[in-house]
């Protein structure tokens, strides 16, 4: 079996997520509070569909913000060879995908607002059959990558 690949991506990754996660918690804890508002006035409404809502909130996002991000970088790594790319991504089922230099079509990096906050962008390589990502990066990292990747995919093009 392959050794794992060595490289990492930045250890900011784990902050930009936390703060998605957030982010995407608030929704359940706005309806969990609503609901126990709406439920004080009204008698049709249970009261414990708002507590329930609210607990769950709380669990999910501690699950979401505090435990998962930790991990997935943890299980994040990636290596540029030559004539391939190698990328280890997952949680509980952890996925290696080889991708050859010579189906590489374009490489793009990306950068939403919450990784320019912390100078990430996610480097996306394209083939004919699909799209890989390289998830938060340092922006400088990522640009080198492309480039890097750029040449590779282009000299393998060039000798077949």
Same mark, same amino acid.
């Given at each position: #079996?392959?050794?794992?690949?060595?490289?990492?991506? $930045?250890?900011?990754?784990? +902050?930009?997520? *936390?703060?998605?996660?957030?982010?995407?918690? =608030?929704?359940?804890? %706005?309806?969990? %509070?609503?609901?126990?508002?709406?439920?004080?006035?009204? &008698?049709? =409404?249970?009261?414990?569909? /708002?507590? /329930?809502?609210?607990?769950?909130?709380?669990?999910?996002?501690?699950?979401? $913000?505090?435990?998962?991000?930790?991990?997935?970088?943890?299980?994040?790594?990636? *290596?540029?060879? &030559?004539?391939?790319?190698?990328?280890?991504? /997952? %949680?509980?089922?952890?996925?290696?995908?080889?991708?050859? #230099?010579?189906?590489?079509?374009?490489?793009?990096?990306? *950068? /939403?607002?919450?990784?320019?906050?912390?100078?990430?962008?996610?480097?996306? %390589?394209?083939?004919?059959?699909? +799209?890989?990502?390289?998830?938060?990066? #340092?922006?400088?990292? $990522?640009? &080198?990558?492309?480039?890097?990747?750029?040449?590779?995919?282009?000299?393998? *093009?060039?000798?077949?």
């Amino acid at each position: #079996m392959r050794e794992q690949p060595s490289e990492r991506i $930045a250890k900011d990754a784990v +902050k930009a997520w *936390q703060l998605t996660a957030h982010l995407y918690a =608030i929704i359940p804890l %706005i309806l969990g %509070i609503a609901g126990l508002i709406v439920s004080n006035y009204f &008698d049709f =409404i249970n009261h414990w569909i /708002g507590i /329930g809502l609210l607990i769950f909130s709380v669990v999910e996002w501690s699950i979401t $913000a505090l435990i998962i991000p930790k991990i997935r970088w943890k299980r994040w790594r990636y *290596q540029i060879y &030559d004539q391939e790319i190698y990328i280890q991504h /997952g %949680i509980i089922i952890v996925t290696r995908t080889v991708v050859p #230099m010579i189906r590489v079509q374009h490489v793009d990096t990306e *950068q /939403g607002p919450i990784l320019k906050k912390y100078g990430l962008s996610t480097l996306q %390589i394209s083939t004919a059959a699909t +799209k890989h990502e390289i998830p938060a990066l #340092m922006e400088e990292e $990522a640009a &080198d990558l492309r480039d890097q990747i750029s040449k590779l995919a282009r000299v393998e *093009q060039d000798d077949v």
